[in-house]
């Protein structure tokens, strides 16, 4: 009974760390991974923006939404600015896929882990047209803890080419590539989630999608040209 009322605290940052104060039964209760996974999925529908991350000339600047005690400490993000250089490349399903030069950090904000990425032969991640998102394996931000991180660019002046790693194999996959128009690259934007694909929109002389299938683990190209619209002169 104790479990079911504690699961039904809100679902704000102090409610666990307060009931944990009350005595030693509570804390291993409510630091249980049961506990925890039960309680995510509880209010998965209700979760609170505890707030939210801008990236300017001094670097990635996190700013709390809520008030206290529920208000998260701008300190407890103080170490992006020791990483130089560094750009956040997607947040989703409760992580961020940082890049630093020459590598890639997936990083949990809520369990406080960093994981390391080197970046896979043949992809060039100073092009403009590199591009990163990072998915947990649940689907959403209360699934397992392992993760998938799926990198695009242009790898030659024909083809787009993607690549997935694992963090249950902690390696990348063979790259998978699909005929790109020279004129078409990918936006430095984060892929865009729709059922089981991963979309991105490429741009140039002419504009397409970039569609990357998650069951069949493919890349295809959607292109379209620009359309000129023309009006007629008042003297003509």
């Known amino acids: 009974m104790l479990t079911e009322i504690l699961l039904r605290l809100p679902p704000a ?3 666990l760390p307060r009931a944990s104060l009350v005595c030693k039964r509570w804390r291993r209760l409510v630091a249980g991974p049961d506990f925890l996974r039960r309680f995510r999925a509880r209010h998965r529908r209700n979760a609170p923006l505890l707030g939210f991350f801008t990236q300017g000339s001094r670097g990635i ?3 709390p939404n809520l008030e206290p005690p529920d208000r998260i400490p701008t300190a407890f993000f103080s170490f992006l600015e020791d990483l130089r250089g560094c750009q956040i ?3 989703r ?3 961020v896929l940082l890049f630093i030069p020459t590598r890639l950090m997936v990083w949990d904000p809520s369990a406080g882990y960093l994981s390391e990425l080197s970046v896979p032969q043949g992809f060039d991640c100073w092009t403009t047209s590199f ?3 990072v998915l947990r394996n649940g689907g959403d931000a209360h699934g397992d803890d392992h993760f998938q991180v799926f990198i695009v660019a242009r790898t030659n002046r ?3 080419s993607a690549c997935v790693y694992s963090s249950e194999t902690g390696e990348w996959g063979k790259p998978i590539s699909t005929t790109c128009s020279s004129s078409m690259a990918p936006r430095p934007r984060p892929g865009t989630l729709v059922g089981r694909s991963l979309y991105w929109s490429l741009y140039g002389n002419s504009h397409g999608i970039l569609e990357f299938d998650l069951d069949r683990q493919c890349l295809t190209v959607t292109s379209f040209f620009k359309r000129v619209h023309t009006m007629d002169r008042p003297d003509k």
């Open 89 to 91: 490349l997607c947040c």
């Open 61 to 63: 600047c996190f700013t």
């Open 131 to 133: 591009s990163g998102t």
């Open 93 to 95: 399903h409760g992580l």
């Open 158 to 160: 024909t083809e787009a």
């Open 13 to 15: 940052p102090s409610s």
